[in-house]
């Protein structure tokens, strides 16, 4: 088990590096035993970024990478320097990777939340009771990108305690006719190349099961959740590595598109 010392010096090193645009070449600590620990880094270098919380990823946990009883989702912050929305006939938004470290790009569908989240009776949220929040379904491009090259293959306390392997969010157009149309099929597509399609379908639970425990690990970390804040629901067609300079279009069957072009993040800081 770490120590709050040590677990101060990880958050640390993690958002040094993640300010600084470079890369690890391990991650710098010994490894959080459990979710709660990871959780503790997540905090403590959240307390170190000097930025406004939009909203949170929501990434699945395969049931043989976690403990038995721990939640089979994930959450990390999204940060509002690293938030873009996509508007059309405008330049693709130009979000940082880095390069020497993990980098991919996800179609993701976005839950954005009308409301404050109510205080909630003991035993937490459910997926109906969450589907019956005000809220509107987007399309939305994730930017999973992490100063530690291996981030995905160190499991998901790992993934957890350094921002969940977010680096960003390019947000597009909000889709009118959901809930009551039939499932959202995306397409992902790399230099115009279709690295992969899916529907929400392909989320383990469905969207409203992942967003409730999200909101369920939040509030047992006290963390508020309050009208606008965004939730990326997770990878629909996959995860699709990425590098510099190249070009990622989402595409919604019958509906809008969502663009992001990628640079080094540290040409971004340079900037």
């Known amino acids: 088990m770490s120590t709050p010392a040590a677990e101060d010096v990880v958050a640390a090193e993690l958002v040094a590096a993640r300010t600084e645009g470079r890369s690890l070449t391990r991650f710098p600590g010994v490894i959080p035993a459990s979710m709660a620990e990871a959780y503790q880094i997540q905090e403590l270098a959240m307390s170190r970024w000097p930025d406004s919380l939009v909203g949170w990823k929501i990434g699945y946990i395969p049931a043989d990478r976690r403990a038995p009883g721990d939640p089979d989702r994930l959450v990390g912050p999204i940060w509002r320097q690293q938030f873009h929305q996509s508007e059309e006939h405008l330049s693709p938004a130009e979000v ?24 909630h009776d003991e035993g937490g949220w459910t ?55 039939p499932p959202v099929q995306l397409a992902c597509y790399i230099d115009g190349q279709l690295f992969g399609k899916g529907s929400a379908e392909n989320l383990p639970g469905g969207i409203h099961h992942g967003l409730a ?59």
């Open 96 to 119: 940082g990777i880095f390069v020497s470290g993990f980098a991919a790009v996800e179609a993701e569908l976005v839950i954005r939340l009308d409301q404050d989240l109510p205080a």
């Open 127 to 181: 997926a109906q009771e969450v589907a019956n929040l005000e809220q509107h379904l987007l399309v939305g491009i994730e930017v999973a990108s992490s100063p530690i090259p291996d981030i995905n293959s160190l499991g998901p306390t790992v993934i957890a305690a350094d921002f969940g392997n977010n680096n960003g969010l390019v947000l597009g157009s909000a889709l009118t006719d959901w809930p009551s149309a």
């Open 213 to 271: 425990t999200a909101l369920n690990i939040l509030a047992s970390r006290g963390q508020p959740v309050r009208a606008g804040m965004v939730f990326a629901t997770g990878a629909i067609t996959g995860i699709h590595p990425i590098g510099p300079g190249q070009h990622c279009r989402v595409d919604v069957r019958g509906g809008p598109s969502v663009e992001l072009r990628t640079a080094d993040a540290r040409t971004l800081l340079r900037r």
